[in-house]
């Protein structure tokens, strides 16, 4: 039941993602509230297969990379809900959606564990997934922001900023301030998310492993990740530092993100499994 309710919910993303993107790039698709429909039906889909995932496991389910990948890809699209419906910026769905639809493919074909392994069974490990996926859930949305951003930027500074009539989404984009300002607040929210990840984590290695730390690639993709959003958001508060150079390194942090959930938990790196 829950695979099954897992794969509808891939599709129904896949619906919101492409009517998100046919409303982004033509004139006759102007309702931006179909595709935030379709996002909230996937989601509500998506809470379901968790929860008879959940009944199918008797815990959290937190038992592979099939459930890592669903819970991640849960997370995004609850948060980019949010910040359509309360930041008007509608163009976080079909792109949220897109990329969700892909990664809950490819935890539908993960093969799922049908137990919780005993090492996943500490106090701290529940802790460290939920500050992990909302910190990087934060990060993601922030950096699909700043896609948007930098495709505003790139139109403006090529005085491009009238739209043919009539427009497409893709021609009513928000203002530079409007998603500058949200991009950096979800920065701010998914920082100490992540530190508090990290801290949970070391102290969950030291309780599994014996020890704090463990130099393997998709840790040290995270140190360098959290370094990196520090420096943005120092340089941000110490001499207002915001643009296209701060949107630009939000993209890169996010695509490090992807790489070591996605990418590397796919290929088996690391003790996250």
């Not at 891939?10 to 492409?18: C, D, L, M, P, R």
């Not at 991640?72 to 897109?98: D, E, N, R, Y």
């Not at 490819?106 to 701290?124: G, H, M, R, T």
Request: glycine share 8%.
């Amino acid at each position: 039941m829950a695979l099954t309710l897992l794969t509808a919910c891939a599709v129904t993303y896949g619906i919101a993602a492409v009517l998100g993107m046919v409303q982004l790039l033509s004139p006759r698709l102007k309702d931006e509230r179909i595709a935030f429909g379709a996002l909230v039906v996937g989601t509500l889909v998506h809470l379901l297969a968790i929860g008879a995932r959940t009944a199918e496991l008797g815990s959290f389910p937190m038992a592979s990379t099939h459930d890592a990948l669903s819970l991640f890809g849960f997370s995004i699209a609850a948060l980019a809900l949010i910040i359509a419906g309360t930041q008007k910026v509608p163009q976080v769905v079909p792109l949220s959606a897109t990329l969700v639809a892909g990664m809950v493919f490819l935890a539908a074909i993960a093969e799922p564990a049908p137990q919780v392994p005993e090492k996943f069974q500490s106090p701290w490990l529940p802790l460290h997934i939920a500050f992990a996926f909302l910190g990087n859930a934060a990060f993601v949305v922030a950096g699909i922001i700043a896609v948007v951003y930098l495709i505003q930027e790139n139109r403006l500074r090529r005085k491009k900023s009238r739209p043919t009539r009539p427009p497409t989404g893709l021609q009513r984009l928000p203002a530079l301030e409007v998603l500058d300002r949200t991009s950096v607040r979800l920065i701010e929210v998914g920082f100490p998310l992540m530190t508090l990840a990290l801290a949970s984590g070391m102290l969950y290695a030291r309780e599994v492993w014996g020890q704090l730390w463990r130099w393997e690639l998709r840790n040290v993709v995270a140190l360098l990740v959290w370094v990196l959003f520090l420096v943005l958001l120092h340089f941000r508060i110490t001499i207002g530092w915001r643009g296209r150079k701060a949107a630009s390194l939000t993209v890169v942090g996010v695509g490090a993100i992807l790489i070591s959930i996605v990418g590397l938990r796919m290929l088996g790196f690391g003790h996250h499994q």
